[in-house]
């Protein structure tokens, strides 16, 4: 069942005679505007200096147990690595059980993260006791976020299944950011398996890391149409999506002019789908790729122009000037295209900028 809106509030106030049909319009609007700018209920993502404290603490724990772990960190043997990983596990995931029953919702989710962070170092350890290493050589844990490799498959399954039951027993949004993350490696890994060939060269993987991209900010998109009450779970998967996008977009070695101009394009796109979907990662994605194109132009084609300084200068200040109308406007810009939209269109925009209907 749909939860009721304040607009569906205010509607039946007009059917009531209570308010005419002029003020239902001007409360419409008013309430549009705020629904619009306003974070989704529940645990929507902070960024004052304790969230940050927590979600550094958080990435320097799956950090040390993991990208950065060292050579020294496989000499214990695979036995005291497995054990390793099941007590952190298990400290992890009690701890942040007991935050999320008091209401710490972030640091227990963080921590419930990084109880599903060991699950790498975990399967690792399974595998080599079970004589199946994913390596050739000892001590090479760490390889498994350098390297893309099909031995690692399993890691990135069983992970993405520790991350989707801890999602089930603990709404945490953050925890789509991990499963996002082992997706994309595992689209790096599947990939030249499916397609018969033993290894793929830069520009293909960053291909894939595009389409990759374009699929997880489809997924984000169809979670955003409609509003959940225990988080933004659209958020991470957003962010995850566009890095792996634009990533790959921007790692496209395009020889000629129309392709780099049509690479500014799509960043120009970007920037109009953050006010469509009311996603500011978007447009900065998009401001950042626009500013990379202007820079090739200054460095490249006009780089014995006297004028393109200057020009470039404005085009900068014009970039600032746009942020600064978005800032005030971004609300007013959000209503005015609700109001423009067909109601067809309209159901295709995210749940919080149709104004608050799940």
């Known amino acids: 069942m749909s939860a ?16 005419d049909a002029e003020t239902f319009e001007r409360l419409t609007r008013f309430l549009a505007a705020r629904l619009a700018t306003a974070p989704p209920a529940g645990a929507a993502p902070r960024y004052d200096f304790v969230h940050m404290l927590w979600y550094a603490g958080a990435l320097i724990v799956l950090g040390a147990m993991g990208m950065f772990s060292t050579m020294a960190f496989g000499l214990w043997g695979d036995g005291a690595l497995l054990a390793t990983a099941a007590i952190y596990a298990a400290v992890f995931l009690a701890a942040g059980a007991v935050l ?3 209401g710490l919702r972030t640091p227990g ?5 990084c109880a599903v962070g060991m699950a790498p170092l975990a399967i690792y350890s399974l595998q080599s006791l079970l004589g199946h290493s994913p390596i050739d050589a000892p001590g090479g844990y760490r390889d498994f976020y350098i390297w893309i490799k099909s031995s690692w498959l399993p890691m990135e399954l069983g992970t993405i299944a520790a991350a989707s039951l801890a999602l089930m027993v603990f709404p945490f949004p953050f925890l789509t950011m991990i499963i996002a993350f082992c997706l994309w490696f595992l689209s790096m890994d599947l990939t030249p398996w499916l397609m018969g060939v033993d290894d793929f060269t830069f520009d293909q993987r960053a291909t894939v890391s595009m389409y990759f991209g374009l699929v997880v900010i489809a997924l984000a998109w ?7 009450k225990n988080g933004d779970f659209a958020f991470w998967l957003h962010l995850g999506g566009l890095m792996a ?18 690479y500014c394009l ?22 950042v790729g626009v500013t990379m194109y202007l820079g090739y132009l200054s460095s490249e084609v006009f780089k014995d122009s006297i004028l393109f300084p200057f020009a470039l200068s ?10 600064l109308v978005f800032h005030k406007y971004g609300p007013a810009l959000g209503v005015a295209l609700r109001e423009l939209l067909p109601e067809h269109s309209q159901r295709l925009r995210p749940a919080h900028a149709r104004g608050g209907d799940s």
């Open 4 to 19: 009721r809106s304040p607009i569906d509030d205010l509607a039946a106030a007009r059917d009531a005679g209570v308010i």
């Open 100 to 102: 999320w029953r008091r």
């Open 109 to 113: 989710g963080l921590l419930v993260t």
């Open 222 to 228: 169809l979670i955003d149409l409609r509003k959940w």
């Open 245 to 262: 996008f634009w990533g790959g977009l921007t790692m496209q070695h395009s020889g000629s002019e129309l392709g780099k101009a049509l």
């Open 266 to 287: 799509v960043n120009v796109g970007l920037v109009f789908l953050s006010i469509f979907l009311m996603r500011r990662a978007y447009a900065v994605f998009g401001a």
């Open 314 to 323: 404005g085009v900068g200040v014009a970039l600032i000037a746009f942020g």
